[in-house]
């Protein structure tokens, strides 16, 4: 997968990518770093493999550093934004991507943490460290972005209605983003091949992906669609906040 974005075209700027050890969060903090710009990779306990990311974007001729933090707790974010500004300066991009809530043990709120609190928490630490138009990017699904109007998978429906409740109260600070001139992005895709959320439903529910593929017609894989996150940060926004990638044909808009 070649990056989509132009070499040089974020040179002088800051991006920070939740969740970016692995998956769709490394590839993305990859994409922008060979675009130019200075990379925090997040992550919570995996600090080695946080640590290989940093070891190929440098590498590759770019700068990264590991910054690890619990995103459920407040003073844990307010430390890595403030490692990332003393690192490289104020954020210029900040991608939501970190999620999860399939896990087992965590507790019955986990997920409603995870993908509403902690989302919430992130950007409220992040707006006093964020640079003059800086752009914030929230990575979900279709099967959370539609969950008001289309069923999914019952092994799915407490991720999803959390994303939801997480996009919900980000969209609801639009007001507050445009005060401070920062602007907002959600990018919902349809179920990626090659994700922990994808190995984690097939195991519950045998089929479901190639079920889902033969609905969509394609599926992306991971590089393909961290480099729709990645073109986000940049491309010109939707007039609805939304980036939908992939097939939206068999979900049903609200009213």
Known sequence: M????????????????????RGIGADTAKYLAGAGAAVVINYRSKAPRAEKVVAEIATAGGRAIAVGAD?????????????????????????????????????????????????????????????????IVFVTSHQAHFIRTTPTMAEYVPVALSKRAGEDALRAKLPEFEAAGVEFVVVSGDMIEGTITATLLERANPGAIAARKEDAGKLYNVAEFAAEVAAAAVDQIPADHTRYVGDTSGFAPEA
């Open 2 to 21: 070649t990056n989509p974005l132009a070499p040089g075209s974020l040179t002088g700027k800051v991006a920070l990518v939740t969740g970016s050890s």
């Open 71 to 135: 995103l459920t707790d407040a003073a844990s974010v307010t430390a890595m934004f403030e490692q990332a500004v003393a690192a490289f300066g104020p954020v210029d991009v900040l991608v939501l991507n970190a999620s999860g809530g399939m896990e087992t043990g965590m507790g019955e709120d986990y997920a409603m943490r995870l993908n509403r609190d902690a989302q919430v928490n992130v950007v409220d630490n992040a707006l006093p460290h964020l640079a003059e138009g800086a752009r």
